[in-house]
C-alpha cells in the first residue's frame, strides 16, 4: 500500500512537468504551390529529438520551407521555418551570426517529411542561396613588437646594490648555522 502511494505521489509530480513542457504541434511542408500539413505524434516528437547535426552539401538543390509550430501548456508558443532538401534528406536552419546548421531528420519524421513533399512543387536551387559558410578572411598576423633595451646597459645601480645586501645576508647566516653547529656551547 506505502509503495502504490509512492509511487502515485511521483507520477502526480511528473504530470505537471511534462505537461509544461514545449513541444512541437505541427510541421507545415510547403512548396512554390501550396503546402501539406503533418500532425503525426511520432514525427512531431522526432523533429525535436531524432537526427543529427552534419555537414553542409557541396551543393544546394531544389528545396522546401517547413514550418515549424510550438505548443506551450496547450497555447500557441510561436515557431520558425527551416529549408529542407528533399533529395539529400537534409534540413537547414538559421543559426546565430548568419550562419546555418544542418541536420539529417532520421526515421519517422524523415518519412513524414518526404511524405508531406510529394506532389509539391518545390523552390527553384537559385533561392536556396549558398549551402556553405564563406571561409574566414585571412588577416595577417600583427607586426611582432620590438622593445628597445633599457640605456646603461641592464641594471641599475640601486637593484645591483640590493642583490649585493641580500646575497651578504644569506652568507653571514649560513656562517653563523654553520659555527654553532661545530660549537654547540658558546
Known amino acids: 500500500m506505502r509503495r502504490a502511494i509512492v509511487l502515485a505521489t511521483v507520477a502526480a509530480l511528473a504530470l505537471p512537468a511534462a505537461a509544461a513542457a514545449k513541444e512541437v504541434s505541427s510541421l507545415t511542408v510547403c512548396g512554390s504551390d501550396g503546402c501539406k500539413r503533418i500532425t503525426a505524434h511520432a514525427a512531431l516528437r522526432g523533429f525535436m529529438d531524432g537526427g543529427y547535426e ?50 539529417r531528420p532520421a526515421g519517422v519524421t524523415a518519412r513524414a517529411l518526404r511524405r508531406a513533399a510529394r506532389g509539391l512543387q518545390p523552390y527553384p536551387a537559385e533561392q ?10 585571412a588577416v595577417e598576423d600583427p607586426p611582432a613588437r620590438v622593445s628597445r633595451p633599457a640605456s646603461g646597459g641592464g641594471s641599475s645601480p640601486l637593484a645591483l646594490a640590493g642583490g649585493g645586501a641580500t646575497a651578504a645576508v644569506v652568507l653571514l647566516a649560513g656562517g653563523l648555522v654553520a659555527r654553532r653547529r661545530r660549537h654547540p656551547h658558546d
Open 54 to 103: 552534419t555537414l553542409a552539401p557541396e551543393h544546394g538543390g531544389a528545396f522546401f520551407t517547413v514550418k515549424v509550430a510550438m505548443r506551450h501548456a496547450g497555447d500557441d508558443a510561436g515557431g520558425w521555418t527551416v529549408d529542407y532538401l528533399r533529395a539529400a534528406n537534409l534540413i537547414r536552419a538559421k543559426a546565430d551570426y548568419s550562419k546555418h546548421v544542418w541536420t
Open 128 to 137: 536556396l542561396g549558398p549551402v556553405r559558410e564563406p571561409p574566414p578572411v
